[in-house]
């Protein structure tokens, strides 16, 4: 998929995308789809609004682009990424920093080591180990239906990631990753008075 194959309102979306280089999915301040959508403020559940259809639309238009990457980078909620901030997601996400490792459970560490192995489909018994993954950027978390009709997910090293990919951009060191993505994080809040927090913000082992 390419931008001229984008509806009109993803493309607006996706606009809005390239300009600020993160975008939330729902969000009270900072930019973020439904609000796009919809014209307004979201409040609870986005299924329900009057343009849940609409934003579920964009959502899957938006998910399908080869230059956006979905993961929970903000606040732990989901975060659209343009295709420039890729390798500081990338860099941040394959470090293995104490904020990520420290208090990872025992079968947290046991799922990710079956990762690193090979992509893992997490039944439901290894569901709080994979958003325990998830949260700290250890994977990338895909969502899918199967051919039955059931919601699963499945997760990749970044470095599978990456290889399947391709086309990610030049490596990058963590620390210069992460300290992009704070400053993009930080002007944001600053522009949009929201309260965005990245996943190692706040941790007692932080960056």
């Not at 009109?8 to 796009?36: Q, T, Y």
């Not at 998910?63 to 989901?78: E, N, R, W, Y």
């Not at 046991?110 to 192995?117: E, H, I, P, S, T």
């Not at 700290?136 to 470095?159: C, I, K, M, P, T």
Request: proline share 4%; glycine share 8%.
């Amino acid at each position: 998929m390419n931008n001229k194959s984008l509806s009109a309102e993803s493309a607006l979306v996706f606009a809005k995308l390239e300009e600020h280089g993160l975008l939330l999915r729902i969000d009270a301040n900072l930019p973020n789809v439904c609000a796009l959508v919809a014209g307004e403020r979201v409040r609870g559940s986005w299924w329900s609004h009057p343009s849940g259809r609409a934003i579920f639309a964009v959502d899957g238009e938006l998910a399908d682009h080869p230059d956006v990457l979905m993961t929970k980078l903000i606040s732990g909620k989901v975060t659209y990424v343009h295709r420039a901030l890729w390798p500081q997601v990338i860099a941040v996400g394959r470090s293995r920093e104490p904020w990520q490792m420290k208090d990872l459970s025992t079968d947290g560490r046991k799922l990710l080591a079956q990762v690193d192995r090979k992509p893992v489909e997490p039944d439901r018994r290894a569901s709080k180990a994979a958003s325990e993954l998830e949260t700290r950027l250890l994977v990338y978390s895909e969502q899918f239906h199967s051919e039955s009709g059931a919601h699963g997910r499945r997760l990749e090293s970044w470095d599978h990631w990456s290889n399947r990919i391709g086309n990610v951009g030049e490596p990058i060191t963590a620390v210069s990753g992460g300290r992009l993505l704070e400053e993009v994080v930080a002007s944001l809040n600053r522009k949009f008075k929201g309260s965005g927090r990245l996943p190692w913000q706040g941790r007692s082992s932080s960056r």
